[in-house]
């Protein structure tokens, strides 16, 4: 007797066929489904829409433009987006342009959109330096000051002379809010980082470090329950992602940059092992073992540990998602680029909560526009702007105003820099000069 299987059945189904073959197309992948589950009633074309959801395969859009590899992007089921504002809401394009943030009603100039705090933040590595002073909070990095009114500073309760940890916290709040990634990062509780900590620093690996904080994050949450761990998976999985061959092949190739780092890439997969599973001493071992008691889901444990294709599309994700300042945020990852931004980010609680961002609106927005900020400066002349987009691999860019600049050129080959771009300073923290 034939069933049809659920859309979780399927998808799970679909999830194992192309892990265990992944140079199959979607046909080939098909076949085998029917071969494997010869019960079950699919069309094709369920089978390709799951495929391409799931970001497993390239949307045919994209297989035609075979020179341009596009990050592949999903929705986070269940996101609450009231959670930070009721101006915005979630929508998905298709494949190639991932999703994107609509306003749901007319905002002014100057408005404040949201303010949101980071789900990781991996900071700038002077606030880095400051944090292992002890001189900047390790949850928010807001430089810390002994005052009579904020108080004095909150140490990791965790260490101790003979398993020092630097982190001090602003207050209680901040100090419980690390308790979602800290304790796996921290040297008294988890000595199996200090490795990958000290080597992600010395080699000023931003996106290597963000991906250390979402590890924690996600090992931590497992730790908790079932539905902390799903809600903090879907997060990571509904980043925009692009593999580091994949970047390689199309960005850095194009940028004229030589061979891509793969021993790098293997050295920083061994030291998250080695931080986060497999610790090399027995004291060490323990030490994890009290951290992390329940084990991890096998989709979430392979999607983690797995070199090829996993950890390297995890760390590729990272540096297309990190915020300037080196957080990566829920609601921010889902804004699109355009080199003529109507939205902008800024830190403005410099003084409280450092890392907190704020979605000011640049000018007018219309309910059911789309929400854009720059990535890039957008003084930087169109060739300029497009090359440092394709090298981040985003694809060229085709906003209204690269399409006018690209028209213009044509016409007259000398383009003016166009002046009276405000904003520049925080529009090149917004954009991702991370690596
Ligand atoms: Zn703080
Ligand atoms: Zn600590
Ligand atoms: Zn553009």
């Not at 094709?44 to 829409?49: I, V, Y």
């Not at 007319?106 to 002890?134: H, M, N, R, T, Y």
């Not at 702007?385 to 985003?394: A, C, I, K, T, V």
Request: some cysteine.
């Amino acid at each position: 007797m034939s069933v049809s299987p659920t859309e979780e059945e399927l998808k799970d189904a679909l999830v194992t066929l192309k892990h265990q073959n992944p140079s199959l197309g979607i046909s080939k992948i098909y076949a085998l489904l029917l071969r494997t589950y010869p019960n079950w009633t699919v069309s094709e074309k369920r089978t390709r829409k799951i495929l391409q959801n799931e970001g497993l395969v390239l949307s045919s859009t994209s297989i035609k433009r075979s020179t341009i590899v596009y990050p592949s992007s999903r929705v986070i089921p269940q996101l609450d987006v009231t959670q930070w504002t009721n101006k915005v809401e979630v929508t998905f394009y298709d494949q190639q342009k991932g999703k994107g943030l609509i306003a749901t009603s007319d905002i002014e100039e100057g408005e404040v959109i949201w303010k949101e705090d980071p789900f990781i933040i991996a900071p700038e590595w002077d606030l880095f330096d400051l944090q292992l002073k002890s001189t900047a909070c390790a949850y928010c990095t807001t430089p810390l000051v002994d005052s009579p009114i904020a108080g004095s500073p909150i140490p990791c309760p965790a260490s101790i002379s003979s398993a020092f940890c630097p982190a001090r916290f602003c207050n209680r709040l901040c100090l419980s809010r690390s308790a979602k990634t800290h304790p796996l990062l921290c040297p008294a509780q988890n000595p199996a980082s200090v490795p990958l900590m000290k080597w992600t620093k010395d080699r000023q690996w931003m996106a290597l470090h963000a991906l250390a904080q979402c590890m924690s994050r996600i090992l931590l949450a497992s730790q908790k329950d079932e539905a902390t761990l799903r809600a903090d998976w879907e997060v990571m999985r509904g980043l925009a992602a692009l593999g580091m061959e994949e970047r390689f092949n199309y960005s850095f190739k194009s940028t004229g940059n030589a061979e891509p780092d793969r021993s790098s890439w293997k050295k920083a997969h061994q030291l998250c092992v080695q931080a986060f599973k497999e610790p090399k001493t027995v004291p060490e071992k323990k030490k994890l073992a009290r951290l992390l008691k329940k084990p991890l889901p096998a989709d979430v444990e392979r999607e983690l540990f797995e070199y090829d294709p996993c950890f390297l599309r995890n760390l590729g994700s990272m540096s297309l998602n990190l915020e300037g300042h080196g957080g990566l945020y829920t609601l921010h990852s889902h804004l699109n680029h355009s080199c003529r931004p109507n939205a902008s980010v800024r830190h403005l609680d410099q003084r409280t909560a450092l890392s907190r961002i704020t979605i000011v609106a640049k000018r007018p927005i219309k309910k059911g526009e789309e929400l854009l900020i720059s990535y890039v400066n957008p003084e930087l002349r169109y060739e300029t702007r497009q090359s440092e987009l394709q090298g981040w691999g985003f694809g060229s860019c085709r906003c209204q105003r690269c399409l006018e600049e690209e028209k213009q050129a044509k016409e007259k080959p000398e383009v003016p820099v166009p002046s009276g771009m405000e904003d520049l300073e925080s529009e090149l923290k917004a954009g991702l000069g991370v690596m």
